[in-house]
């Protein structure tokens, strides 16, 4: 890898970025409004003192919601670069599959920390999310999150031969995580074979280390291994993504 090239790579993803307004109200805008839906599904009509629910919900969707709109959008803008020629050329320079996976990567990271901050501080000041911990805790994990939605965006694009079987590796991809990941159930109370699955799902960790947040107000061991666990899954897939990385759409 050569850091200019990845400096390159991901300055020039930004800019075409900068050109495409739906991707950046889908990156930016439509978590917030999420989450503000859901405020006021969850406790729309409760009083200021009374318990809430999004209180109990709201820091596991603030690490969903990023992580499920950087996956859609790094997948399809990914997979638009081999369709439409622009990687052959690319990869025909003096640039190497790990440089081009990880300009992106630092470029979607940017747009990522831009969407944490926004999805933060909307649930925290705005929503009025009651949490215990850190809010830089949270906005580490939901930081974390939306880098491992760009990570596996990038890693599918590989395998998708369109923009719309990009999309349709949503539910292969995204809807057993969000289902196992105690977001709907307590994962110990599962059926075993589906709590060993939830294992091994990265969302899982995301899901536990907002919850660690949520309830305690020093941050714990439980935390620290939520967090390297969702980072290493993060690099994990990177650097498989750039070992599937193909120059064109057969």
């Known amino acids: 890898m050569n850091s200019a090239r990845t400096a390159a790579t991901a ?22 409004l999420m989450l503000t839906l859901l405020r ?41 670069e081999r369709t439409s020629g622009t990687l052959e050329r690319l990869l025909a320079m003096p640039l190497g599959k790990g440089d081009l996976i990880a300009g992106y990567a630092l470029a979607f990271g940017a ?52 923009e ?14 969000l289902l196992l990941c105690g977001l709907f159930a307590a994962r110990n109370t599962m059926h075993p074979v589906l709590e060993g699955v939830s294992n091994v799902l990265p969302m899982s960790y995301a899901v536990d280390g907002m919850t660690q947040v949520l309830t305690h107000t020093d941050m714990t061991a439980d935390f620290v291994r939520d967090a390297v666990i969702v980072a290493a899954c993060a690099l994990l ?13 057969p």
């Open 164 to 177: 719309f079987q990009a999309v349709q590796f949503m539910p292969a991809v995204i809807f057993p995580q």
């Open 40 to 80: 006021f599904v969850f406790d729309g009509g409760n009083s200021a003192g009374g318990p809430r629910t999004f209180d109990g919900i709201g820091a596991s969707l603030l690490g969903i919601f990023p992580l499920i709109t950087m996956f859609l959008v790094t997948s399809i803008a990914t997979l638009r």
């Open 111 to 162: 747009v990522a920390v831009v969407q944490s901050l926004l999805a933060t501080g909307l649930a925290l000041w705005c929503l009025g999310l009651d949490v215990v911990g850190s809010p830089w805790l949270l906005l580490l994990v939901a930081l974390l999150d939306a880098l491992l939605g760009t990570a596996l965006g990038l890693f599918v694009s590989a395998f998708a031969a369109s």
């Open 237 to 249: 897939v990177l650097a498989l993504g750039a070992a599937t990385l193909r120059r064109r759409t």
């Open 11 to 32: 300055a020039r993803v930004l800019r075409q970025l900068r050109h495409d307004p739906r991707s950046i109200a889908l990156m930016l805008l439509v978590p917030l």
